[in-house]
């Protein structure tokens, strides 16, 4: 009776360990590619098409912050209001805010297109069916120091 | 005392986590099972319309609408500003924005806030407010979104 609970036990770990293998080895850069190569330019590239997406709506959510600003900076000077310092929302703080804003656009506007040239790397490296290969001076590897790569 | 201790730990924990359960899971898509990946107009613009009524807003016509949708899965993101008026007529924009649920398959409220408020963080400065009184901001806010969450829910359950 103990002998099986132990070889049951035994075997429940054993099997763990192998998915726990199976799990790590899926994730090296040098098989993946090569083992499962739908699923791997799949999330490569879906990775990058999210991360575009991502960053238009973080540019879009800064510029609209920047235009509910002058809204607000019209809304004061049409009104003649100039709120106390404690108010947060006063006039000076909201220049701020609109220079912090228009500066913001320009990073932004950066960080969209470095996610567009990411994305379309990771579309050519799907076409060319990129694999890493199994050394680190074979194609697609890091090359030898001194020469560009192919 | 023990006893009443663990009966109010309990009543604690069932209170935070059907709290949590509802903004996460009820809440979300609200008045929105019924439409598709491609009516995102549709439910963008209830989604919209429901934040201005629930936050003492008027609803007045959308700036702009983005959908976008990756080639390689099921996911799809619209977002857009609602311009709408204050009681007292001032302009203000409200950002909506949705993500279908890849999992449940419908449309979901993402994050949706008034650009600008009056307790907006775009306003901070380096000095002002101290740290403390960010602190009470910031859980203000959120008691803000709780409640307003329910209004929400509230005020289109009886339609």
Redesign the interface.
Known sequence: MRGKLDRLVALGLFFCLALTFEKGFMKLPEVFPKLAPASFY?GL??DR??SL?MK??HF??NV??G???E??LA?MKARGESPAGD????RE??E??LR??LAKDTRNADYVLLARQNLDRARSLQAKGWTMGWSLGGPGGLGEPGKARQ | MKKILAACSIALALAVCSFAFWNGYVYPPHGLHEYSKDQYTQAWEIAARDFCASSGLTFVHP?FI?F?K????D?A?V?G?ARSLTRDG????A?I?LEWSTKRHIWTRSYSLV??D???E????PT??GQFQRAL?ALRKIMKENARHVREYLSSQGQ
């Not at chain 2, 990756?70 to 899965?73: I, K, V």
């Not at chain 2, 775009?122 to 400065?125: D, E, G, L, R």
């Open positions: 799949r590239v879906n098409e999210n997406i238009e709506r879009d959510i609209q912050i235009k509910a600003l809204l607000r809304e108010v947060l929302a006063d703080r909201a701020m805010a912090k804003t | 700036d983005t976008r990756p080639e390689t899965s996911e993101y977002w500003v001032r302009d203000r924009l950002w924005y650009l600008a009056g307790d907006d775009v306003f901070y400065t002002y407010p901001i």
